[in-house]
């Protein structure tokens, strides 16, 4: 990271709008939630805000270490609190703000996917924050112990094992965007259809689903496993809700995913890990305090209809 020269307090705000997408990237990796990582983004504004900028060397290094150490004490605090969570919690979906920079952008869509954001929950706060700003932020061995108040041996010894825990857990060959919308085009036909035949076909033998509805909407409380229970899950739960379901494809977290609306209301939305040609697990919010970004959406996706409402008949959720 290259040292700024000293940096001008009328120029505060300005510098501080360039780091906002770093900045909101690594406390939203590091936490889940989009307003978690806003709350740490607005503390590390009034700290920097306040601070005497004239002994502030380096602004990035300064606001990204400011970052990661308010998000690793915010996540030991969560992490307390997510031991009570009733069911599996999954990070909340991130619709990338078509407002942002394209190097924003880049930076949100880069390593952010849900799969990935939940294998990094085997790691400790402070592993999770090292990994991060090394094998996603590029940040050196030496600028990390800086900002973490660590050796470098010991973010060295950090990094090897995190990667190792993390790393172990990714497919082998990652699916392109093209594969993915396929496949989740043919799983939303074969759901809305009732084909359980091409279910069977496009589902790996291992295939897993994670559910987290927050105890707040009807939801697996354990993660779901095997091709039959999921391929029974699939079918009758589309019947179910009798037409009332609609489907869209969607950028959830850089790639591809499935947008559910019933009666207009978001009802889930879902990522997919795909390896070799078949869906070897989905991950499912359905949590409404995790959909809140999708509420009235449903309006706008018109380019990305999937699949007609059966029927005609709305009823009341």
Do not use: C
Not at 206 to 214: E, F, P, Q, V
Request: hydrophobic fraction near 40%; avoid cysteine.
């Amino acid at each position: 990271m290259e040292t700024m020269a000293v940096v001008r307090r009328d120029d505060g705000v300005e510098v501080f709008d360039r780091n906002r997408g770093r900045l909101f990237g690594i406390a939203y990796r590091m936490l889940g939630t989009r307003a978690d990582a806003e709350d740490i983004v607005q503390d590390a504004y009034l700290r920097w805000h306040n601070a005497d900028r004239d002994e502030i060397g380096s602004a990035d290094a300064w606001l990204t270490t400011v970052v990661t150490r308010l998000s690793i004490d915010r996540l030991r605090k969560v992490s307390v609190q997510r031991e009570t969570y009733i069911g599996p919690w999954l990070p909340e979906p991130l619709i990338v703000d078509p407002s942002i920079s394209p190097e924003a952008a880049a930076e949100l869509r880069s390593d952010v996917s849900l799969a990935f954001m939940v294998m990094l929950q085997r790691l400790s706060p402070l592993e999770r924050a090292v990994f991060l700003l090394h094998d996603v932020f590029d940040f050196a061995h030496a600028e990390i112990a800086k900002i973490v108040a660590k050796s470098e041996t010991a973010v060295r010894q950090i990094v090897s094992r995190a990667r190792a825990r993390v790393r172990g857990g990714r497919p082998r060959f990652e699916a392109g965007p093209a594969e993915r919308s396929d496949l989740i085009r043919k799983f939303v036909t074969a759901s809305y259809s009732g084909d359980p035949q091409t279910l069977t076909a496009i589902f790996a033998d291992d295939i897993a689903l994670t559910s987290d509805g927050g105890g707040k909407v009807n939801a697996a409380k354990r993660i779901v496993r095997g091709v039959k229970r999921l391929v029974n899950l699939h079918t009758v739960a589309v019947t179910k809700y009798g037409g009332r379901l609609s489907a869209y494809m969607i950028e959830l977290n850089g790639e591809p995913g499935l947008i559910e609306f019933a009666d207009g209301i978001p009802f889930s939305a879902t990522s997919f890990s795909i390896e070799d040609g078949k869906i070897t697990a989905f991950y499912r919010v359905m949590n409404p305090d995790k959909l809140a970004a999708f509420a009235g959406l449903e309006e706008k996706l018109g380019g990305s209809f999937l699949s007609q409402r059966h029927g005609d008949d709305r009823h009341d959720q």
